[in-house]
């Protein structure tokens, strides 16, 4: 029983492993000075190298059925057998019967068992009276099977059908085409196959695109077959098409795009190649070549799950170190503690025995116990308390004339008690791990006004990591005026700045720290360097490609935020933060 006790009392400290500390990244890269160039170019990066050379045009069509969820006066029915993404986030579509029922709020719920425990994902809508629909419900990319149901006031009873997704493995490529599938054949200009393919296309009417970022997350490379298509688009289905390129999402388009809004950071987009945000947008006025590397190779940022214990031993180039040291157990202070208690029990419990009495030792060893475990409890809550733990890395895009941020970010969490919620804004996803050989997990999402997380967003004693892609509206700017000869810079990013740098005509300055609302003057030089972060290996090089090492265009700033937040969104918990960095670009106003 003693045993049992202590044994529990560990336990409640933590549950997390210590992971061995990886080297930090060295290979320091200075900002060059580089001419003023329009916004969009041909891309003059390296060719993205798609490892198995997966041609689009060796592909198949997802054959997708419907499975009947609810009937009554409103029947709702749910795309089942699309092809389930690797990473991310994919949509599950629900089809509304409502010609014959009431206007009022739809509930989907899709219920899975993922990592041993019971999620849920859920969504509110408003269906009218007289109305046919489909509704999008955003799930995790590890929510590849489960029951749904529909629940409002038009229907009367629930099957609780069973859906699933088509499960891919490397190196097949899941493909979203916003078509009729006999438009996205006549785009490639080669027939399907009905089986071995390693390219899946998944084809959705453009009436029915969906309208949020996370739909499109975990998709390899979204197809447009005809730039007119996006004529037929609703409004935020187009948005959120830009905000996945922008996001570091692919995105093809057959024929040239004429609406140069579509695509705000950039001219319209011309046949060949171009880098928007984070992503790219190819543009192919015939059929796409075979050898055109059209699929994102990854999620931009791979957040970490528990490595198992058998790949831990195996196989320690898996391992990688936390980012939060309240993940890691203070073995020697336990040690410590057990030393002092075996002490007490072995050679204390003969000295007690000898002068009280055997019986006596069925007041002092319970009470030794109790002592001991009531130090581990003590020492947890004055080292960790009862505050979320928090660790942020960020790579933001600053588009100030469209009045938004862009952001790829990663936070670590740790907390002895879990938090009841967290929320997130609308135009923001949560990433969770997806790599191959490591613990998957999720977390309960509901759909309304944004994102809702339940309690299992960050466990009690768990180390958690998340990712975050997000477009976000924000009034953020930075604004640089002569003064005198030289510059002084305004920050209104609603952050303090460590280090800022701005480009002026191809000279450089650099200024900093300057809070949220000050003001700083700069002075020439260029030094602030890039040379990586603990996170650095949770990001694909792109993000800091994009963000730092790219050469700064005139009128164009870099900004290095050192720990909190950044432009992060925090979910409405109270952080204590350990560490962060944070860098944001964008161009200033004068």
């Not at 029947?75 to 409502?98: H, I, K, L, Q, T």
């Not at 298509?229 to 948005?239: K, T």
């Not at 002092?340 to 002092?364: D, E, H, K, N, Q």
């Not at 976000?472 to 030289?486: F, L, Q, T, Y």
């Amino acid at each position: 029983m003693v045993e049992s006790f202590l044994i529990a009392a560990l336990l409640s400290v933590t549950q997390a492993d210590p992971a061995e500390a990886e080297a930090a990244v060295e290979a320091v890269v200075a900002t060059p000075v580089a001419p003023a160039t329009a916004d969009i170019v041909p891309d003059d990066e390296e060719p993205i190298a798609d490892t198995y050379a997966t041609s689009l045009l060796d592909y198949q069509v997802a054959q997708v059925t419907r499975l009947d969820v609810a009937d009554g006066r409103t029947r709702v029915s749910v795309e089942n057998n699309a092809p389930a993404a690797r990473s991310g986030s994919m949509p599950v579509r629900f089809f509304v019967d409502n010609t014959t029922g009431p206007t009022g709020v739809i509930t989907f719920t899709i219920r899975a068992t993922i990592g041993g425990s019971m999620h849920s994902v859920s969504r509110g809508v408003e269906v009218k009276a007289g109305e046919r629909t489909t509704v999008t419900v955003p799930v995790p990319h590890e929510l590849r099977y489960g029951s749904v149901s529909a629940d409002g006031p038009g229907i009367a009873n629930n099957s609780n059908a069973q859906m699933y997704f088509q499960s891919t493995y490397d190196p097949q490529r899941v493909v979203l085409s916003i078509s009729r599938p006999e438009q996205f054949e006549k785009f490639v200009g080669k027939a399907p196959r009905y089986s071995g393919a390693n390219v899946f296309v998944h084809a959705i009417p453009p009436k029915e695109a969906p309208g949020e970022l996370a739909s499109y997350l975990g998709y390899d490379v979204v197809v447009v077959p005809d730039a007119a298509i996006f004529d037929e688009l609703d409004g935020s289905a187009r948005q959120a098409v830009e905000a996945f390129v922008a996001t570091g999402g692919h995105l093809l388009i057959g024929g040239e795009v004429r609406n140069a809004a579509l695509f705000p950071m950039a001219k319209t987009p011309s046949a060949g190649t171009t880098s928007y945000g984070f992503g790219r947008i190819f543009v192919s006025n015939g059929a796409p070549d075979d050898k055109l590397a059209v699929f994102r190779p990854q999620l931009l940022v791979n957040p970490q799950g528990p490595v198992p214990d058998y790949e831990r031993r195996y196989n320690q180039g898996s391992v990688k170190a936390t980012l939060l040291p309240q993940a890691t157990a203070p073995l020697g202070r336990f040690l410590f503690i057990i030393t002092l208690f075996t002490l007490a029990i072995g050679p204390g419990s003969i000295w007690v025995a000898r002068r009280r009495g055997p019986a006596a030792l069925l007041v002092t060893i319970p009470a030794t116990a109790f002592v001991t475990c009531a130090a581990i409890i003590t020492y947890s809550l004055v080292a960790d308390g009862f505050t979320v733990h928090a660790s942020s890395y960020s790579y933001t895009l600053l588009d100030s004339k469209q009045h938004r941020v862009i952001t790829e970010g990663l936070t670590a969490y740790y907390a002895n008690l879990a938090p009841s919620k967290a929320t997130l804004p609308p135009g923001t996803m949560l990433v969770a791990p997806w790599e191959d050989r490591r613990e998957r997990y999720v977390a309960d999402l509901k759909w309304k006004d944004g994102l809702t997380l339940g309690g299992d967003f960050v466990p009690s004693r768990t180390y958690r990591e998340w990712g975050f892609v997000s477009v976000e509206p924000s009034r953020a700017r930075v604004v640089v005026k002569r003064k005198g000869n030289g510059y002084v810079l305004q920050n209104a990013l609603g952050v303090k700045v460590d280090t800022i740098m701005v480009n002026v005509d191809g000279n450089f300055f650099t200024g900093g720290p300057v809070r949220d609302g000050g003001e700083v003057e700069l002075a020439a030089g260029n030094p602030l360097n890039w040379s990586g972060n603990p996170a650095s290996n949770r990001f694909d090089t792109r993000v800091s490609q994009v963000v730092v090492t790219k050469p700064l265009q005139h009128l164009e700033f870099l900004a290095k935020l050192e720990g909190g937040q950044g432009l992060l969104p925090d979910g409405d918990i109270a952080l204590e933060q350990d560490s962060g960095e944070h860098w944001v670009r964008g161009g200033f106003e004068e």
